[in-house]
């Protein structure tokens, strides 16, 4: 069975850094997609980014590209998210997810990883 576990939030000041990290369990991802999640409070859930396991193909929020950037090591089965220039608005708790290839439903997810930014 695969189990993921985010790690690496925290508090941090206005244009501060953080790197997320996503610890894939069970199994290799090859075949997946992942992605980065998050919700903020009195917002609905949205998506980050994105990368393909096999490719490491990626993609990411229009409004956050240039800020965030999704990786990942294959040897780890870790994913990460860096996330540079933070605003408050970037408050949110942050969730790793895995879905197949070629589907829509990300059938895997974390338990989430609350990231503050302090103004």
């Known amino acids: 069975q695969v189990q993921l576990v985010e790690s690496g939030g925290g508090l941090v000041q206005a244009g501060g850094s953080l790197r997320l990290s996503c610890a894939a369990s069970g199994r290799t991802f090859t075949g997946f997609y992942m992605a980065w999640f998050r919700q903020a409070p009195g917002k609905e859930r949205e998506s980050v980014a994105g990368i393909n396991w096999d490719d490491a193909s990626t993609n990411y929020r229009d409004s956050l590209k240039g800020r965030f950037a999704i990786s990942r090591d294959n040897a780890k089965n870790t994913m990460y998210l860096q996330m540079n220039s933070l605003k408050p608005e970037d408050t949110a708790v942050y969730y790793c997810?895995?879905?197949?290839?070629?589907?829509?439903?990300?059938?895997?997810w974390g338990q989430g990883t609350q990231v503050t930014v302090s103004s």
């Open positions: 997810a895995a879905r197949r290839l070629f589907t829509t439903q990300y059938d895997y």
